[in-house]
C-alpha cells in the first residue's frame, strides 16, 4: 500500500496583553492590545425580519462590561458592539470628585476596509440630592479622512418626594462624510412616573 508522509507546519501565535492599573482608590485605567473574545459567551441566534433597524446584542466581553453602568441612560446612546475587532483599546471608569466617569478609547479593525476608525465614548455623570443624577454624553467614531459619526447628549433622572420620577433625555447626532455633506438628527424624551 502508499504510504503518506507526515507534514510538519511551524506554530505561529499572536501577542496580546491586557493590563488595569489603580490610579487612585476611586479610578481605574485598563488597557488592552489584540484581546482574545475567544472564551465569551456566544451570542443567541437573532432573525434579521426588518432590515431597516439594526440588531441588538447584549454586551459580553468583560474588557467592556467592567464600570459601564455609567453609559447607563433612558435610551442606548452608547453601543460598545460596535466596536467589533478591537487592535487596542483603553478604559478610564470611576469617580472623580462627585463625578461618576467612564472613557473608552478604541482603534477598530475593519476587515476590507482601507483605514480603521477610531471610537471614543465619554460619559459624565453626577449624583444630585438622594437618588437624582444629571449627566452628559459623547461618543465618536471617525475614520480620518473619510468618515465620521458623532452623538452629543445630556440627561437627567430626577426623583420628587421619593415616589414620582422624572426622566429627561436630549441629544443630537452628526453623521458624514469629510468634506462631503453632514446629515443631522435629534432625539428627545421625558418619561413621568409614579411608584406605590
Same mark, same amino acid.
Given at each position: $500500500?502508499?504510504?503518506?508522509?507526515? @507534514?510538519? +507546519?511551524?506554530?505561529?501565535?499572536? =501577542? $496580546?496583553? @491586557? !493590563? ?18 475567544? /472564551?465569551v459567551e456566544a451570542d443567541a441566534g437573532q432573525i434579521a425580519v426588518n432590515e431597516r433597524f439594526a440588531l441588538y446584542f447584549p454586551e459580553k466581553r468583560p474588557f ?29 471608569? %470611576?469617580?472623580?470628585?462627585? =463625578? ?5 478609547? !478604541?482603534?477598530?479593525? #475593519?476587515? %476590507? ?6 471610537? @471614543?465614548?465619554?460619559? #459624565? ?9 444629571? %449627566? ?35 441629544? !443630537? ?6 468634506? $462631503?455633506?453632514? /446629515?443631522?438628527? +435629534?432625539?428627545?424624551?421625558?418619561? =413621568?412616573?409614579?411608584?406605590?
Amino acid at each position: $500500500g502508499a504510504t503518506e508522509a507526515l @507534514n510538519r +507546519s511551524s506554530p505561529t501565535g499572536n =501577542f $496580546g496583553f @491586557n !493590563a488595569t492599573y489603580g490610579l487612585t482608590s476611586n479610578l481605574t485605567l485598563d488597557a488592552t492590545y489584540n484581546p482574545d473574545f475567544s /472564551q465569551v459567551e456566544a451570542d443567541a441566534g437573532q432573525i434579521a425580519v426588518n432590515e431597516r433597524f439594526a440588531l441588538y446584542f447584549p454586551e459580553k466581553r468583560p474588557f467592556f462590561l467592567e464600570g459601564m453602568d455609567v453609559f447607563s441612560m433612558p435610551r442606548r446612546l452608547v453601543y460598545t458592539r460596535s466596536i467589533g475587532n478591537p487592535v487596542g483599546a483603553a478604559k478610564l471608569s %470611576g469617580k472623580i470628585g462627585e =463625578f461618576s466617569v467612564a472613557y473608552v478609547g !478604541a482603534l477598530d479593525d #475593519v476587515s %476590507g476596509s482601507s483605514s480603521d476608525p477610531i471610537v @471614543n465614548l465619554l460619559r #459624565v455623570k453626577r449624583d444630585v440630592g438622594e437618588s437624582s443624577t444629571v %449627566g452628559m454624553v459623547y461618543t465618536d467614531r471617525s475614520v480620518f479622512g473619510e468618515s465620521f459619526n458623532r452623538v452629543a447628549g445630556a440627561d437627567a433622572r430626577l426623583v420628587f418626594a421619593r415616589r414620582y420620577t422624572l426622566e429627561l433625555l436630549a441629544s !443630537a447626532s452628526a453623521d458624514g462624510v469629510s468634506g $462631503g455633506s453632514t /446629515q443631522w438628527g +435629534s432625539l428627545v424624551t421625558a418619561r =413621568f412616573a409614579r411608584a406605590g
